[in-house]
């Protein structure tokens, strides 16, 4: 079970939250505007690669609040977790 | 007896009765039930799983593959497949054998061994492919299972209780051996908390077999035992290494009455891991018969049990560890009759010994065989030809009870490995051995290599014995050297791919005897070396764990919470019958004597149409949703408009996924400017509080609005019927019934308890619903029932409730939707907001997909002849013999308003086809004609509700 840290709360076991799948995709503003290809795009269309990803969790069995992380998907190593808005720091090298 | 007169650690003032397949024997505190065997001369426990051969006590701890018995501790604690090795023995132990019939010394079914040519590698893949179709779990299955196979299940529930526990330690150290007792010496002097965990009942591991070491590893034990940030678990094996330290231990605990084991998780600062290291068996024709033992395990027999596993001794060596092992039983008092040693020389100093000893060694010899039926009686030496294999021309025949294999040493990584740690093959010690480390682990002793010392390499070991016949590595999967070098003839290269298609080293041994041998089969048939073959995978569990441990507590009423609603316990008390809900037991029907869920559900159907029901619909999800921006917030979310609906009134909301599926529905009413009282289906209240609450926190995080699950904090009781207004009003203070049409919601009292009352219907009548906190729910709903008795008012359930809201072609999410089911597809188009510019899911809807003029549509469904109710779920075909499905029944009711069945379905093109004829599929029957109607049945206009 890994440590997770919420921004919020500090580390807590990852029973206590919830992956929510990529992070930094932003709804578009006016998704009336975007042809189709553009919205599947933003609707279905995902990175899956090996290495450091950017992710959403929920921290749902604590506070509640959605934040992001950095995670290596072949270690699972998380470099970093950041609140919701925040710029994502820069993967280790 | 081979029991000797004194030495070892066993209590011979406390003797110990207990049975092996009925007979009864005595053994002493301290030992195992197989030092306990040994020391009654009970070397046959076992038949083997494939071939039924006669199995023996290989080895002394938890890589044993043979001596599985059955520990029977009385009704629900008959316990398969366990190690012999592992068991400590207690009075009145009943064990028995395993895989046999009628008894373990005549086995009929050891006839599979003569057919062992036809049963080797791949045998299930070749073999079972006819005759016919389900030839496979019809005949040859259930054939297999007869014949082959480990134990029986238990048939009773356990009464035993499990246990769980987390914890936190500085330092936790996996074996106490000399190493791990040493490390944690260490840590426990630098003032952490620190655990120390062993497999076996008693902690000392290799020292247990040194008695000049004893009185110092009492001392040792004492010192840590008495320092309270010390915690020792004996019987505790260390099975799964997760990531960021984090390690899964199971504990032994058999407490007299009570608890029976407990499962640790252990997140520690370190992990010391210092688990020690495995002597491998040898490849020879004949290698499995009882009495043919791992040497150091005969020397612990005798060191640590006072037991002489026999009295006239073979060995055959391939390391010096074997020589100790020879010494220590001739120590014991047995006859060494003779050592091979594989290596073509032997170190002079041991040649030395074994000569001043009296004790013949034979240099560069293997053995071509083995004698002996139910024990080993005798072997055939024969000195090894240029390939490696004995030259079985010219062997020599030694008689002898016990055959000692010293194979050379396997370093215990598994640990090391599942925590994703790298390996690196050792070619001077012949062994993996950890290397780059991912987590904070540090690996002593013999598992790190220290100590250990070359032997002759396991290519070598396992060199020429590819020809031998019955040369076995996996003894508890029957896998044979000719099995493995079969599966690289036939093309297999990876050893992952060889390990599955022989099934070495799958067996609950998780081949840690046989792993190595294996690959080294391999490597000499593919001429590769060890390292280039590559090693299997380790996975957890290290050894087996008991489906106990990981249930713990969760069992029975605990296994998943039960959420009762507020008035669970007056409907218990009028016997309703209750169905799951997500994790909701609700009433689903009230039967009254005599009745069935038929009779019950017509009843409470009826009294809804023509008087009252009152229903506990306190399940139903709710938010309140505040903040000067919340109108504007789900404005954006659901698809309806919301900024002008009045304070006091009630829309039926609808929410879409993004991909523009119904994901919930839901009245909302508005209770101030600033405030909605949000209400979502039973099942779906956490996921629309998760969407809605990303939406808030990620999407429009500049919106002033809160979102507050309040599902338990409001009870809820529904009213419905032409004669709710009648039993509610006298009940009712401060509301103003002249305004307060369908569709409305205010604050008033009800019964005297502060309300929220809504004028809403699931049911198509006249309904409201009452609001109140939760623990005023029954005194609320008392003064209702008292308040209708003279209207005839009746509780009714989910089932009526369901036939109920289908008779007025209302959907039920998860019923009629299944995640493809747009608006529009559910005829509630109308809901949108049409000036709205944008909300979740819009934008989908306006994909060419979703706009398919032949979409499945919801339309109600009427069968034919009157009578006949189609099964929910059955395909809508077009006509008898399409293999075309169009649609299929969501819904499906016997309705008592209308006088024939209903159903609901979801059809393609559906609302341009109504008054045809579709047939819906049965599984018992032909299939059943319907005629195709407008999906509401009853009152279209809503006449009745607005009554």
């Known amino acids: 079970m890994l440590l997770i840290h919420c921004p919020w709360c500090g580390e807590r076991a990852e029973l206590e939250f919830r992956h929510c799948g990529e992070a930094h995709l932003a709804r578009p503003t006016n998704p009336a505007t975007l042809t189709d290809a553009e919205w599947a795009e933003y609707l279905a269309f995902r990175d899956n690669h090996r290495g450091w990803v950017r992710e959403r969790w929920r921290h749902v069995h604590g506070c509640g609040r959605f934040f992001n992380a950095l995670r290596h998907t072949l270690t699972d190593r998380f470099a970093a977790s950041y609140k919701t808005g925040e710029a994502w720091p820069e993967p280790p090298a | ?947």
């Open chain 2, 1 to 947: 007896m081979t029991r000797l007169v004194s030495g070892g650690r066993i209590d011979r003032t406390r003797p110990l009765r207990f049975s092996f397949d009925g007979r009864g024997y005595t053994g002493f505190a301290g030992d195992t039930l197989a030092s306990a065997l040994l020391a009654n001369g009970v070397h046959l426990v076992g038949r083997s799983f494939k071939y039924h051969r006669p199995r023996g006590i290989l080895s002394a701890g938890v890589e044993e593959p043979n001596a599985l018995v059955e520990i029977d501790r009385g009704a629900g604690r008959r316990e398969p497949n366990v190690r012999a090795t592992v068991v400590p023995l207690v009075e009145g132990l009943v064990a028995r054998s395993q895989n046999r019939w009628p008894s373990l010394r005549f086995d009929l079914a050891a006839v599979n061994g003569l057919a062992s040519a036809i049963l080797g590698a791949g045998f299930y893949y070749k073999t079972f492919l006819g005759p016919g179709r389900d030839a496979w779990h019809k005949r040859w299955e259930p054939l297999i299972r007869r014949m082959a196979g480990l134990g029986r299940a238990p048939e009773a529930p356990d009464p035993d209780r499990y246990a769980n526990r987390y914890t936190h330690a500085e330092v936790l150290v996996v074996g106490a051996g000399p190493a791990g007792i040493a490390a944690a010496l260490q840590a426990a002097a630098s003032g952490g908390r620190v655990m120390l965990c062993d497999e076996q009942a008693e902690m000392g591991g290799s020292l247990l077999a040194e008695p000049v070491a004893w009185p110092q590893l009492a001392a040792d034990l004492a010192t840590l035992r008495a320092n309270p940030r010390v915690t020792l678990l004996p019987r505790t094996t260390a099975f799964s290494y997760g990531l960021q330290n984090f390690v899964a231990l199971t504990q032994v605990v058999e407490a007299a009455g009570g608890l029976r084991e407990r499962l640790w998780q252990v997140r520690a600062g370190r992990v010391v891991l210092a688990t020690g290291a495995l002597e491998r068996p040898i490849p020879f024709s004949g290698n499995d018969r009882p009495g043919v033992m791992l040497a150091d395990a005969a020397r612990h027999y005798a060191r640590r049990w006072g037991v002489l596993p026999g009295r006239n001794v073979a060995a055959l060596v391939a390391h010096d560890t074997g020589y100790a092992a020879a010494f220590a039983l001739q120590d014991a008092g047995a006859a060494i009759a003779t050592v091979l040693d594989m290596r073509a020389t032997a170190p002079d100093d041991l040649l030395a010994e074994a000569a001043q000893r009296g004790i013949r060694v034979l240099p560069g010899h293997g053995i071509a065989a083995t004698r002996g039926r139910q024990r080993i009686t005798g072997l055939l030496a024969a000195p090894r030809g240029a390939d490696g294999a004995p030259d079985a021309t010219r062997a020599t025949p030694i008689a002898c009870d016990l055959l000692l294999m010293a194979g050379g040493w396997t370093p215990s990584v598994h640990l090391f490995s599942q925590a994703r740690g790298q390996l690196r093959w050792d070619a001077g010690l012949d062994a993996f051995l950890p290397d780059a480390a991912r987590e904070a682990v540090t690996c002593v002793g013999a598992c790190a290599g220290e100590g250990l010392t070359p032997g002759l390499p396991v290519t070598q070991l396992a060199a020429g014995s590819a020809r031998a016949r019955k040369a076995f590595v996996d003894q508890q999967n029957d896998v044979t050297t000719r099995d493995i070098a079969l599966a690289v003839q036939e093309g297999f290269r990876s050893i992952e791919h060889v390990k599955r298609y022989t099934t070495n080293g799958m067996a609950t041994d998780q081949g840690k005897t046989s792993n190595m041998l294996g690959l080294a089969v391999v490597a000499g048939e593919l001429g590769r070396s060890v390292p280039e073959v590559g090693l299997t995978t380790f996975r957890a569990p290290y050894t087996p764990i008991s489906f106990g441990a990981f249930a713990g507590r969760h069992r029975g009423l605990l296994f998943d919470p039960i959420r009762s609603a507020p008035l669970h316990e007056w409907a218990t008390q009028q016997g309703a019958v209750f169905e799951p809900v997500g994790q909701w037991q609700r009433a689903r029907y009230f039967p009254q004597a005599g009745e069935d869920m038929h009779a019950a559900v017509t009843r409470e159907c009826l009294a809804v149409r023509n008087a009252v029901g009152i229903f506990d619909a306190s399940t139903l999800g709710k938010i309140e949703v505040t903040g000067p921006d919340a109108a504007l917030f789900l404005e954006r979310c659901y698809v309806n408009a919301w900024q002008k609906l009045g304070i006091g009134r009630c829309r039926y909301g609808l929410l879409l996924r993004e991909d523009g599926f119904i994901l919930d529905d839901g009245v909302v009413g508005r209770i101030a400017a600033d405030r909605f009282h949000v209400t979502t289906t039973t099942g779906g209240a956490a996921r629309v509080l998760h969407m809605l609450e990303d939406y808030r926190q990620t999407e429009f995080p500049e919106l002033r609005v809160w979102l507050t699950s309040t599902t338990e904090h409001w009870g809820v009781i529904a009213l419905q019927g032409p004669r709710a207004r009648d039993v509610l009003a006298p009940l009712v203070e401060g509301l103003d019934w002249t305004a307060f049409p369908h569709m409305a919601v205010a604050e008033c009292r009800v019964a005297g308890v502060a309300a929220r009352l809504f004028r809403v219907s699931f049911s198509g009548e006249l309904g409201f619903e009452v609001n109140i906190p939760a623990s005023q729910a029954p005194a609320v709903w008392q003064a209702l029932l008292h308040a209708g008795a003279a209207h005839g008012i009746t509780p009714y359930g989910t089932e009526a409730m369901h036939v109920l809201r289908a008779e007025k072609g209302f959907i039920i999410v998860g019923q009629e939707t299944d995640g493809t089911v747009t608006p529009d597809d559910a005829g509630l188009t109308w809901l949108i907001g049409k000036a709205k510019p944008d909300f979740i899911g819009k934008r989908s809807l306006s994909r060419p997909e979703m706009q398919r003029a032949d979409r499945r549509q919801l339309v109600g469904l009427v069968p034919r002849d009157g009578t006949t109710l189609p099964d929910e779920g059955a395909q809508l075909i077009a006509s008898a013999g399409s293999r075309v499905a169009e649609g299929h029944v969501t819904s499906a009711y016997r309705s008592a308003a209308l006088g024939h069945p209903i159903a609901l379905g979801l059809l393609a093109s559906g609302r341009a086809r109504l008054g045809e004829t579709v047939l819906a599929t049965s599984l018992t029957g032909p299939p059943i004609p319907l005629e195709v109607v407008a999906p509401v049945f009853l009152d279209p206009k809503g006449d009745r509700l607005r009554g």
